[in-house]
């Protein structure tokens, strides 16, 4: 099989692994779902497929203040909810704020293109 053909199946694969899960899992979980389906796969192969398709814009890398990084299957813009107690990224339903980045570009003489707005608390599990 060409060496394209082999990129293609496993960037395809770990697309198809991290779309199908809700949570906003870190490389080595994905890397280890994946593994079960081609079990050659290596990490290196995995960060740099999860690299390309952030890259092509088909996936996102979330960062909660450098501290740990994530990855999203759903590229379009939405906010998160981090639970401080077990640690679990959910998506979180909240109106889209472009406002304040109209309003920054006012306050400032910074050119601003966008913005990152990270909830964080308890899940509704951890406060029970
Ligand atoms: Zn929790
Ligand atoms: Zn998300």
Not at 17 to 22: G, Y
Not at 77 to 103: A, T
């Amino acid at each position: 099989m060409p060496k394209y053909m082999r990129l293609t199946k496993q960037k395809k694969l770990i697309l198809d692994v991290l779309r199908r899960t809700k949570a906003h899992p870190a490389a080595d979980w994905i890397f280890e779902q994946a593994r079960k389906e081609i079990p050659s796969l290596s990490l290196s192969t995995v960060y740099r497929n999860l690299n390309l398709l952030k890259k092509t814009g088909e996936i996102q890398e979330l960062n909660y203040l450098g501290t740990f990084s994530c990855f999203d299957g759903n590229p379009k813009r939405h906010y998160h909810f981090l639970c401080e107690k077990c640690k679990c990224v959910y998506d979180f339903d909240f109106p889209s704020q472009h406002h304040l980045e109209e309003e920054a570009n006012k306050c400032s003489r910074m050119k601003v293109t966008g913005h990152c707005l990270f909830f964080y608390g308890l899940c509704d599990k951890c406060s029970e």
